[in-house]
């Protein structure tokens, strides 16, 4: 059976760092792009960093562009979010999800972790 379990999360500093993980059970992590979510309280959903099943190539919101960094290790069947230069507008709860395709539509992907928060204040 398919799992995702998000790690990491926690109160950071506006301009702090986290780092977010994803580790994956049930499958191996090179079959399914995985993409990482958000939601903050009151908003929909959104994507936030995608990473492909097939190069690894990563594809990243503009509202991260520059600050998160998607990796994957696949020996240690783990997807990474490094957070770096975080705004309090980063504030929400963070998931990993695994689908065919690496895209910023939630419908494409198939399984859910349970989410992690993030919150950034000081």
């Known amino acids: 059976q398919l799992h995702l379990v998000e790690s990491g999360g926690g109160l950071v500093q506006p301009g702090g760092s986290l780092r977010l993980s994803c580790a994956a059970s049930g499958f191996r992590l090179t079959y399914y792009a995985i993409g990482w979510f958000r939601q903050a309280p009151g908003k929909e959903r959104e994507g936030v960093a995608t990473i492909t099943s097939s190069d690894g190539s990563t594809y990243y919101a503009n509202s991260v562009k520059g600050r998160f960094t998607i990796s994957r290790d696949s020996a240690k069947k783990t997807v990474y979010l490094q957070m770096n230069s975080l705004k309090p507008e980063d504030t929400a709860v963070y998931y990993c999800?695994?689908?065919?395709?690496?895209?910023?539509?939630?419908?494409?992907?198939?399984?859910w972790g349970q989410g992690t928060q993030v919150t950034v204040s000081s």
């Open positions: 999800a695994a689908g065919g395709i690496a895209t910023m539509k939630m419908s494409e992907y198939d399984y």
